[in-house]
């Protein structure tokens, strides 16, 4: 999302129950000097990034940015200049733990983002889904010796990102995702020392994760020495790679699992729940649901969580907050539009998602005099019976004039909270394959 519309949402998650912003900035940070090369064209400025900040502190939410220091680095290992820093050579997603010249790397980014952020209590590190660890030329050398095993590599690589931010910043506390932490033994995860230095944060998106698993999980970070941990649940994201809409419900009952974990979290042990919200899967997957889509799913959340579970009366909180006359948990669709920034997006989303391909489709598919009389052959030798034009002609032309009233309104609407590259993919992915499909048949009827 663009800065201006960010301080919109920002009094509206407080009013929810927010007391945090967790931003993984990725490519949209105005790194500089040698790291200019990862910032994507779209990318926040400096003096818009402090503008943000300063809104969300005087909302009285506490920032806590993500930097990627191990997996998902793929915004950086792209590029041909910081390729050789890649674990696995044709591989950019994880970074290799043996070269000195990775970590002076992730101490840059580190540097860099702190150097804008003031007042920090917690930094988050990343090092989730390192995948292919170990698999590197030098990984492999390295695991010949006796006694190196992969978690030992994984747990050294996560210590010195942890140790070179506590030694910089004192004040500040590192938080890292858990799952790389989740299978190493309770006496390797004490011996390491990591404990002292960093919190966890364990994540699980699932509408029926595992709560017994999680609170033994829990149990075991405790006796390890982890003095506190953090929990990750999803209001969007989580539910498919090109989702649209956030069903409500899975979300819904991830808040819920969440909260019985946490009753039974031994006292002062939890230190707090992110509630993630993924643009996408990773750097080279598709959109999914955008931000404005997926406020009354954020909402749901955040009263479900605030008030200790889901009843009538959040439900109404959450429709007197956003403005919507009745929040439908069981489908995706969105009946009112409400007054919420953004409202008017997933207004026109859930159009386009439930009626623009099934009625393009209909028409070209299923009419049949389309099908019978102006099939791909008639259209290519421009065979045409005059009569039967009739027929579907006004349709496909009422149809067309109908979607591109809607898709320009949407993109309107888009103009005010996305940058144009985010629009462009947006459209091209999910808009354009039925706009042309149909585009193309009236053209085709003009010229026959």
Known sequence: PSVPSLPQVLPLFRALGATGLLLEYEDTFPYSGPLQLLQAPHAYSPAELRALLSRARAQGLDVVPLVQSFGHMEFVLKHREFAHLREVQALPNALNPHKEESLALVKAMIDQVMALHEDLQWFHIGCDEVYYLGEGEESKQWLQQPDNTPEKLCLSHIKAVATCLCSSYPTVT????????????????????????????????????????KVQLLE???????????????FKG?????????????????????LQVGSRSPPGALQGIALTGWQRYDHFSVLCELLPVAIPSLALCLQTLTNGGYSEKVKENVEKLLGISNLEIDTCMSTSLGTFPGSNILTLVTQVSFYLKSSVDELLEKNRYVTGWFSPYHRKRKILHPLIMHHFQPEAVSLLSKWNAVVQDLQAAMEQVFHRSAIEEWMEENVHPSLQKLQQVVDDLDEA
């Open 174 to 213: 590192p938080i890292v995702w858990d799952d790389m932490l989740r299978g190493i033994s309770e006496e390797a995860l004490a011996e390491s020392g990591l404990p002292q230095l960093v919190q966890p944060m364990i994540w699980d998106y699932a509408a029926d994760i595992d709560v017994e698993g």
């Open 220 to 234: 075991k970070y405790r006796r390890c020495g982890f003095s506190k941990v953090w929990f990750a649940s999803a």
């Open 238 to 258: 989580a539910t498919g790679v090109r989702q649209w809409l956030p069903p409500l419900g899975p979300h819904l009952r991830n808040q819920l699992q969440w």
